[in-house]
């Protein structure tokens, strides 16, 4: 599956039981995210991670806007940031200490040192809603189990892996009571327990249904249309220059004077925006102006 383009996340459920499930894969949308910086490979499973889990999200929570989970803290991580909108666009971004040496393998605890979640849900109209997240465990995967139960009540489990090529997620979740089609009580057990079992790679390097067969095969599992996701960015020259405006017209004016013309690149995907005295004194009126 290594060389096949495979963007994709899908929701199954269990016949006669309330518990529901996401799996998601990605490849070329992880990595188009991961090749913006020369990341470690430490940051970069990392990420992968915070990717896989933005993408369940975004199909467990259901809006029309912006899904987001940022992490934030003292540690040698400054700053880490996923982002999906309602069209399966996916971004994100970390920034770290570069003077660090860092492990393969590294713990969220450790490096946000002090630090917490951020989830924000925006929808395109209507109030944004942020939670925070305390890491109570030392994964994002524990995080996350714990947004669930403090937001909607529901038990969830979620199961996360990335290694620099690959990211993906497995998520189960038991519905209230009153949704269940029968009495299956041991079913959530059963379900947690058998998916626990599930290696890194099995979760990467299978497709839904394999996964699905290989761990739940004495199960009757309902498979739904798949979606296919993909990176992309949703800054643009308007956003960018409201930003530069947002400095204030002394700053801009400063910047103008120094460099002639102000050049803004995105961080997620370093499409350069340039901004010449014209663009911002139609903006911030004469207060700009250089002359
Ligand atoms: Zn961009």
Same mark, same amino acid.
């Given at each position: 599956?290594? #060389?096949?383009?495979?963007? =994709? ?5 269990? %016949? ?30 990392? @990420? ?7 993408? @369940? ?6 809006? #029309? ?22 069209? &399966? ?14 492990? %393969? ?40 189990? &714990?947004?669930?139960?403090?937001? =909607? ?12 090529? &690959?990211?993906?997620?497995? /998520? ?8 269940? &089609?029968?009495?299956?009580? #041991?079913?959530?057990?059963?379900? !947690?327990?058998?998916?626990? !079992? ?21 199960? =009757?599992?309902? @498979? ?6 993909? /990176? ?9 220059? %409201? ?12 910047? @103008? ?7 803004? %690149? ?10 010449? =005295? ?14």
């Amino acid at each position: 599956m290594n #060389d096949v383009t495979i963007n =994709e996340i899908q929701r199954f459920s269990f %016949d006669n039981t309330n518990v529901r499930g996401e799996h998601v894969v990605l490849n070329s949308a992880y990595q188009e995210i991961i090749k913006r910086k020369n990341y470690p490979l430490g940051i970069e499973v990392l @990420l992968g991670e915070f990717v896989a889990a933005i993408a @369940l999200l975004r199909d467990i929570i259901k809006i #029309d806007g912006v899904l987001s989970i940022q992490a934030k803290g003292n540690g040698f991580l400054s700053a880490l940031m996923t982002e999906c909108d309602e069209q &399966q666009n996916l971004r994100g971004i970390a920034q770290w200490d570069e003077e660090q040496v860092v492990p %393969d393998t590294i713990s969220l605890k450790e490096v946000l040192a002090g630090g917490y979640l951020v989830i924000t849900i925006a929808p395109r109209n209507g109030q944004r809603y942020q939670g925070i997240v305390e890491l109570v465990g030392d994964s994002l995967a524990e995080c996350l189990e &714990q947004y669930f139960y403090q937001s =909607e009540q529901l038990p969830s489990r979620v199961w996360l892996a990335a290694n620099g090529a &690959q990211c993906g997620g497995l /998520f189960l979740q038991r519905l209230p009571a009153e949704q269940a &089609q029968s009495g299956d009580e #041991d079913a959530w057990e059963r379900f !947690t327990h058998l998916a626990a !079992t599930v290696k890194d790679e099995e979760l990467l390097g299978l497709d839904t249904e394999t996964l699905l067969h290989r761990l739940y095969h004495e199960e =009757e599992v309902r @498979l739904y249309e798949p979606k296919t996701l993909q /990176f992309g960015c949703s800054c643009s020259r308007q956003r960018t220059l %409201d930003a530069v405006i947002s400095m204030g017209a002394d700053e801009v004016r400063q910047l @103008l004077i120094e460099q002639g013309s102000i050049q803004a %690149d995105c961080q997620f995907c370093a499409e350069q925006y340039v901004f010449t =005295e014209t663009d911002l004194v139609g903006q911030l009126g004469d207060q700009a102006q250089t002359h």
